[in-house]
């Protein structure tokens, strides 16, 4: 699992930045460590452990990445593409991704609890027993999708589509939703509040 130790800056408790002694807010240089992150993303497929609470993410590819128990939490993700990746036991709680995709993405046991997702895309990917309880979405579109045990408990979702996904023991209680859809989905099989009206088209 990740480094859990946190800033070396006195009073901050925030989780410190891999190969760094402090959190993202208090490295001095942020250009070049931005620079060293990016170059290190792209130069290698594999990560283990690592930890990027709270760095923006923005304009980029990451393709044919394999994430393994790394720290996203709270981190701002703008027009950036997950393609051919694999996530395990990851973290993006409490963070943002605005017109973000994940394309045949393979995502298992990670949380996405508390993030924010305005107008993204999931297309051809397996979620599994992943954590969105408490997620705010707008404009949201998972389709041809595998979310088999996954959950969006309390979670406010507007203008959202689930289209041709597997939703079995998909938990979807205490959830606000308007103008979504499950089209093509087996709706059936998942889990909402016994008076909940499912649209289906």
């Known amino acids: ?23 993202y807010k208090h490295i001095a240089n942020k250009k070049a460590f931005e620079v060293n992150i990016l170059n ?12 990027m609470t709270g760095f923006p993410l923005k304009d980029i590819s990451v393709e044919n990445k394999r994430f393994y128990s790394c720290n996203f939490s709270g981190t701002i993700l703008t027009n950036v593409k997950f393609i051919n990746s ?7 709680d409490y963070s943002q991704f605005e017109n973000c995709e994940f394309i045949n993405t393979n995502i298992k046991f990670t949380c996405f609890a ?11 990917s ?9 997620i705010k979405s707008d404009n ?6 595998d979310l088999y045990f996954s959950g ?5 979702m507007d203008n959202t589509s689930f289209y041709d996904c597997n939703i079995k023991k998909v938990n979807f209680s205490h959830s606000k939703r308007k103008n979504v859809s499950f089209k093509k989905s087996n709706y059936r099989e998942a ?3 016994k008076w909940d009206k499912v649209e289906d088209i």
């Open 140 to 145: 949201f579109k998972i389709n041809e999708s």
């Open 152 to 156: 969006f408990v309390n979670s406010i």
């Open 191 to 193: 889990f909402f509040d």
């Open 114 to 124: 508390g993030a924010v997702f305005n107008n993204c895309n999931i297309q051809s």
């Open 86 to 92: 694999h996530f395990m036991q990851c973290f993006f």
């Open 40 to 51: 290190y993303l792209k130069d290698n497929e594999r990560f283990l452990d690592l930890n």
């Open 1 to 23: 699992m990740f480094n859990s130790e946190v800033c070396a800056i006195s009073r901050c408790n925030v989780v410190k930045m891999s190969g760094y002694k402090t959190c």
């Open 126 to 134: 397996d979620i599994l027993h992943t954590n969105f309880n408490g």
